[in-house]
């Protein structure tokens, strides 16, 4: 089981702590936030991308494909009231042939974000007043 930590900060900025590795998200100054940090859907496009990257890479190193490089851009569209929809575009360099091209551009969806995003999440929630809270953080505040 994953267990990240969100702790608020100033404002709408929050300090995010993954494992030892602490980073930080914000809103831009037109949602009210100082922009200080990626917002939250830049880190589900970010999660996402590094997913799909990582599985092409590990993919092509199992085979013994020459895949050089791999650039993965993406973007999100949000309609009020429908689905929202992810675009993925990745570019690879390479010695590469038509078919290893293709194998790719498969194995892209089959990267676990991938898949988690496709199949959608149960949530479950909860809220509690805290008795005593200490907060602990590795990055400096403005």
Not at 31 to 41: L, M, Q, R
Not at 63 to 79: A, N, Q, T, Y
Request: proline share 4%; aromatic share 4%.
């Amino acid at each position: 089981m994953k267990t990240v930590t969100v702790h608020s900060r100033e404002g709408y900025q929050q300090e995010i702590m993954a494992g030892s590795h602490a980073f930080m998200s914000d809103l831009p100054i037109s949602e009210g936030g100082n922009e200080t940090a990626p917002e939250p859907y830049d880190l589900l496009l970010a999660a996402l991308g590094a997913c799909t990257s990582m599985t092409l890479r590990m993919y092509a190193e199992r085979k013994g494909w020459d895949l050089e490089d791999i650039r993965v851009e993406l973007s999100i569209h949000k309609s009020p009231g429908e689905k929202d929809v992810i675009h993925k575009k990745i570019e690879v360099t390479g010695d590469l042939t038509e078919d290893q091209i293709e194998r790719l551009r498969y194995i892209a969806t089959r990267c676990p974000v991938n898949l988690t995003l496709r199949r959608g999440v149960e949530m479950e929630e909860e809220i509690q007043l805290a008795s005593t809270y200490q907060a602990t953080t590795n990055i400096p505040r403005d």
